[in-house]
Structures are given as structure tokens and as C-alpha cells.
């Protein structure tokens, strides 16, 4: 057993010389994962500056209001006052005298076509004129008859009742041949003029030159549409809703003129919320100046009831780039800090409310365009 012992034990510390010996070959370092290299980046938000200042510094200040809520939109035509153009007379066009976007008069002639259905039509004014005096004989036939007493009372009125039919049909087919555009009915020509039902815009053309034209059951030729007064159509989000009311005024900006507000009446919320955006569309009325168009984007605020503290800022110290708005700030040692801000709406004396991205107190550089043109040459 002793020897057992022994034997064993020398085979345990030969294991640790043998280990011993491998670390020395391996080394104090080797196998250790390489060192973290640290790059500097620079920051792209600062700015150095030889003589600041030369960009005088203003001081952001409390300003208290209504709460606001800002939706994005498009100018839309007012459903109510948009009148097709309809053709009655199926045929081929032949000339079109309007195009998509032209401001039309009403009774302005449109286009004409070339229809049969003015033959058709008048051909059957034709046999019921001939019907009508043919009857009309008749009747002063049978009254003389009447008269002698060679007819009974229900001969003549059988005849009045003839006669009366036939005078009716003429008027019917007389009014078929007014209707389908022929105003001449001794010599309807078999070409249709159409006109403008009302005066306003083209905003819809679905008519082309030789183009056919099936009547009351194709596309209407033409729309259009009285801007005096158009539809703002926002995304509202189903958690600012609360902020929308019926009746009540939004302030409307056009991104093509964004120095000019409009002020507008909410007239609709929409009943029915989009399922994938969670948006409602709320509809705001607006006066058409001359230069809202259909198609155009909008800015629209809504004010709510509730006060609430932003700070304000010269509307010249908001820099807007790349639709993001952007303040400079003093950082120190010559350089300035460029901060991301959420502007408000445009308030007296030149000043612009900013939501958020600075404190009341904060220095920013007064004229934020000159200090950029300044920092890029």
C-alpha cells in the first residue's frame, strides 16, 4: 500500500512540473485577446468659431398659451361644389374645347360630339308632328259630323282623345331632342354641343379627341369644381382627438407659402378610424383666397383649451434644414453647439414658440442662418 502511495504521488507532481514548463514556453502575454483601440470621432454638432462675438446672443423666454395640436393634411375640392359634366347623346367626340385645369364659365362650351341619337330623336318628332295633324283632321272631321248629327257623342270623343294623344307625343319628342342638346328643332344638326353646367376649375377629365362617349352610363367627360371654398383633409391620431371639436377654428399653413395663415372651420370628424395609422380624418372649411390648389400640403393647428408654458425665441434664430429646425447654443472655448428644436407656431414681434430641445434662460445665437452661411465658408 505504501508503495501505491508513493508511486501515485510522483506521478502528481511530475503533472505539475510538466505544467510549470508550459507556461514558461507560452509566456506571460501570449494567447491574451489584443487590446481595445479607442478612436476619437469628431463632433459634428460643434462649431469653432475665431470670433464669436460677432453672433450676438439672445435668451429663450417663457411663453404661455392655449395648447396646440399639429396635423398634417392636403387641400381637397368641396364635394358640394363639384357639378359633373354629363353627356346625354352617346357618340364620338370631335372636338374638345376645355382641358384638366382650366377655369371654365358657366355655359363655356366643353366639347362636341357627334351623335346618332339626335337622328333617332328626330325622326320621332317628324312622325308625331304628321300623327298630330293628321288626328287633329280627324277631330274637326268628327265635330262637323257631330254637329249634323251623322256621328254619336262618342265617335267626337274618341277623336278629341286621339288628337290630345298626339299632341303630347309632340312635346315629348320635342323635348327628347332639347334635352339631347339639338336647340333647333326644324334642322337638329347631328352634332351635340356640351357646356359648362357652372363656373370653376376642370379638376377631372376622362374624355380624350375621337374618344366614345356612351351617355348617361360612361365616365362623366369632365368635373368641376368651385374652389371659392376647399376641404383641409388631416391625420389625426385617435390620442389627440380630444383636442378636436366640431365648430371650433384651425389655423391653416401651405407648405408652398409658409409666411401665410388661414383660418378655418372644423366641420367634420371622421366617424370611422384608420385601422393601421389609428388616424381620423378631420375636415377643416376654408375661404379659398385664389391660391390653394387641390393637391397642396398643409400644416394645420388646432387649439385646445388647456394652457400650456413653452419658450420663445427670435423666429430668426430657428434654423430650418432638412425639415428639422435647429437652434446654436454657446459651448465654451470659442465653439458653438448646434441643438435640435420643435417649433411652434409664429407669435408678435417676430418671435416663434419652440415646444422643446431648450430651457427658458437658454442663450442661442440670434440670427441662426448668418452664423451657418458663417461656420461653411
Same mark, same amino acid.
Given at each position: 500500500m505504501k508503495r501505491e502511495r508513493i508511486a501515485i504521488s510522483s506521478v502528481f507532481l511530475l503533472g505539475l512540473l510538466m505544467a510549470g514548463c508550459g507556461d514558461e514556453k507560452l509566456g506571460p502575454n501570449e494567447g491574451a485577446p489584443p487590446a481595445l483601440k479607442v478612436q476619437q470621432v469628431e463632433d459634428r454638432s460643434l462649431f469653432a468659431v475665431e470670433h464669436p462675438n460677432q453672433f450676438p446672443?439672445?435668451? &429663450?423666454? *417663457?411663453?404661455?398659451? &392655449?395648447?396646440?395640436?399639429? %396635423?398634417?393634411?392636403?387641400?381637397?375640392?368641396?364635394?358640394?361644389? @363639384?357639378?359633373?359634366?354629363? !353627356? +346625354? &347623346?352617346?357618340?364620338?367626340?370631335?372636338?374638345?374645347? &376645355?382641358?384638366?385645369?382650366? #377655369?371654365? *364659365?358657366?355655359? $363655356?362650351?366643353?366639347?362636341?360630339?357627334?351623335?346618332?341619337?339626335?337622328?333617332?330623336?328626330? @325622326?320621332?318628332?317628324?312622325?308625331? #308632328?304628321?300623327?298630330?295633324?293628321?288626328?287633329?283632321?280627324?277631330?274637326?272631321?268628327?265635330?262637323?259630323?257631330?254637329?249634323?248629327?251623322?256621328? @254619336?257623342?262618342?265617335?267626337?270623343?274618341? %277623336?278629341q282623345d286621339t288628337d290630345a294623344k298626339a299632341k303630347v307625343d309632340v312635346k315629348t319628342t320635342a323635348e327628347k331632342l332639347r334635352v339631347l342638346g339639338s336647340a333647333n328643332l326644324e334642322q337638329p344638326s347631328g352634332i351635340v354641343?356640351?357646356?359648362?353646367?357652372?363656373?370653376?376649375?376642370?379638376?377631372?377629365? $376622362?374624355?380624350?379627341?375621337?374618344?366614345?362617349?356612351?351617355?348617361?352610363?360612361?365616365?362623366?367627360?369632365?368635373?368641376? @369644381?368651385?374652389? !371659392?371654398?376647399?376641404?383641409i383633409l388631416c391625420d389625426v391620431y385617435e390620442n389627440d382627438l380630444s383636442n378636436v371639436h366640431l365648430g371650433e377654428k384651425a389655423d391653416v399653413r401651405l407648405n408652398a407659402y409658409?409666411?401665410? +395663415?388661414?383660418?378655418?372651420?372644423?366641420?367634420?370628424?371622421?366617424?370611422?378610424?384608420?385601422?393601421?395609422?389609428?388616424? !381620423?380624418?378631420?375636415?377643416? *372649411?376654408?375661404?379659398?383666397?385664389?391660391? =390653394?390648389?387641390?393637391? =397642396?400640403f398643409v400644416v394645420a393647428t388646432f387649439h385646445g383649451q388647456k394652457l400650456e408654458t413653452h419658450v420663445a425665441v427670435p423666429a430668426r434664430a430657428i434654423l430650418h434644414l432638412q425639415d428639422r429646425d435647429w437652434v446654436y447654443i454657446p459651448a465654451g472655448d470659442k465653439k458653438f453647439r448646434r441643438v435640435e428644436v420643435k417649433s411652434g407656431q409664429m407669435l408678435p414681434g417676430d418671435m416663434q414658440e419652440v415646444l422643446s430641445g431648450i430651457p427658458a434662460g437658454q442663450e442661442v445665437v440670434s440670427n441662426a442662418l448668418e452664423f451657418q452661411n458663417t461656420v461653411q465658408q
Open positions: 446672443l439672445t435668451k &429663450a423666454v *417663457e411663453h404661455t398659451a &392655449a395648447s396646440t395640436l399639429r %396635423a398634417t393634411g392636403t387641400v381637397n375640392p368641396d364635394i358640394n361644389r @363639384s357639378v359633373p359634366v354629363i !353627356s +346625354i &347623346a352617346a357618340g364620338r367626340v370631335v372636338e374638345i374645347k &376645355a382641358r384638366l385645369g382650366d #377655369v371654365v *364659365e358657366k355655359g $363655356q362650351l366643353l366639347l362636341r360630339v357627334q351623335s346618332a341619337d339626335i337622328a333617332g330623336a328626330y @325622326s320621332d318628332y317628324q312622325k308625331a #308632328v304628321a300623327d298630330e295633324q293628321l288626328t287633329k283632321t280627324q277631330l274637326e272631321r268628327a265635330q262637323l259630323l257631330y254637329d249634323k248629327g251623322a256621328i @254619336s257623342l262618342n265617335d267626337l270623343q274618341v %277623336a354641343d356640351i357646356n359648362a353646367p357652372i363656373s370653376g376649375v376642370i379638376t377631372d377629365q $376622362q374624355v380624350t379627341n375621337a374618344a366614345g362617349v356612351a351617355g348617361l352610363g360612361s365616365p362623366n367627360p369632365f368635373t368641376i @369644381s368651385d374652389l !371659392s371654398y376647399v376641404w409658409p409666411d401665410k +395663415i388661414f383660418t378655418g372651420t372644423i366641420s367634420n370628424i371622421g366617424p370611422v378610424l384608420d385601422p393601421n395609422l389609428r388616424t !381620423s380624418k378631420v375636415r377643416i *372649411e376654408v375661404k379659398n383666397p385664389g391660391i =390653394m390648389r387641390p393637391g =397642396m
